[in-house]
């Protein structure tokens, strides 16, 4: 990479530090050059596509999405180089005082992506893809980290559950979707606020997964009416931009909450393998926050009520005392 570098940049006085890290196998460096900063991406080609990354930047950008802008690239080695966004993560900035505004420009990018974001050339988020999905909340949330036997009744009470997740998703308006639209990837910045990241992993699917994944964030969590009248202001803006049709505020929360009980689900699966493979346990922190929104779904529904039991009755006497406190 410094090679490289060094020929896109055109000379060597150039100087490296680390920029962040994510769930992924990519790495950052921010890259300080002339007195100009710009961040440099490592993403191994065995294990991740940087121009999958390109491509879907520069089609968000053309609709006016503040994605980075990408200055050179290497395909073949996974090489970016691209504009630096800043520091100003979003989660380090939500406060009571700062929520509406933030979320207001967030909502906002949100739903010019819906409107007007790249569908062709993108992955849908079929029932094989979301059934895979949700399979890493057993494999790697249920039997690998908290070691529980399921027995053949806790399987099919599981299938039911999967199978009203999968059902609900795909009855939902299909739009083009981040698929990790959240305080950690959103960027506080002067112009064309907010900057987004980690968009390479964009599909097509239910209208409201991100403004879930947004809005019942696992990083930081909201009183559930603000939720509510955040979602449905966000209805209302989609209904008239034509996103939506005239769907119930009743039918739209049932698919926000639904579609949200199927990201989380996921989220802790992800959480622990992330913890078991990865040796990354540090996203274990946020467990208890994701387990309380899939409790606070499972209890609204009659037809979860197998799984509101499974989660209070196997899941949490497993927790540490702290961590089920928290939920």
């Known amino acids: 990479m410094l090679a490289w570098l060094a020929e896109v940049i055109g000379a ?16 950052y460096w921010r890259v300080t050059h002339a007195g100009r900063t710009t961040i440099a991406m490592d993403a191994p080609p ?7 990354y390109a491509d879907l930047s520069r089609r968000f950008r053309a609709i006016g999405i503040n994605t980075p802008e990408i200055l050179a690239e290497d395909r073949a080695q996974g090489f970016l180089l691209i504009s630096d966004l800043g520091n100003g993560v979003y989660l380090s900035h939500l406060r009571e005082d700062t929520a509406d505004r933030l979320y207001g420009d967030a909502l906002g990018a949100l739903l010019t992506i819906q409107a007007r974001g790249p569908l062709d050339g993108l992955p849908v988020y079929d029932a094989p893809f979301l059934l895979r999905e949700l399979g890493l909340f057993r494999e790697w949330f249920l039997e690998r980290h908290l070691g529980l036997d399921l027995s053949e009744a806790d399987r099919t009470m ?33 112009v064309g606020n907010p900057g987004v990241l980690d968009f390479q ?4 699917g239910p209208v409201t997964y991100d403004l879930v994944s947004l809005l019942r964030d696992c990083y930081i969590s909201w009183p559930a009416e603000q939720v509510t009248d955040w979602a449905l202001g966000y209805q209302r803006l989609a209904r ?14 049932r698919w926000f909450d639904l579609i ?20 990354k346990p540090h996203y274990l922190d946020d467990l208890p926050r994701t387990l309380g929104y899939m409790l606070e779904v499972a209890d609204r529904y009659p037809e979860l009520a197998g799984l509101s039991a499974l989660l ?14 928290a939920v």
């Open 158 to 190: 599981l299938d039911g559950v999967d199978a009203l997740l999968v059902e609900s998703a795909l009855e939902q308006p299909q739009v083009c979707v981040h698929r990790d639209y959240h305080s950690r990837n959103l960027m506080l910045t002067e």
């Open 260 to 279: 949200g009980l199927q990201r989380h689900l996921k989220v802790c699966g992800i959480f622990a393998r992330l913890n078991i493979r990865d040796g």
């Open 12 to 27: 060597n006085g150039f100087e490296m530090a680390p920029a962040s890290s994510d769930a992924s196998f990519r790495r």
């Open 240 to 253: 008239q931009s034509g996103v939506i049709q005239e769907e119930s505020p009743a039918t739209f929360l």
């Open 201 to 204: 992993d964009a599909v097509v």
């Open 46 to 52: 065995q294990h991740e596509d940087c121009g999958r």
């Open 312 to 325: 209070r009755l196997r899941v949490l006497p497993r927790m540490t005392a702290a961590d089920a406190a």
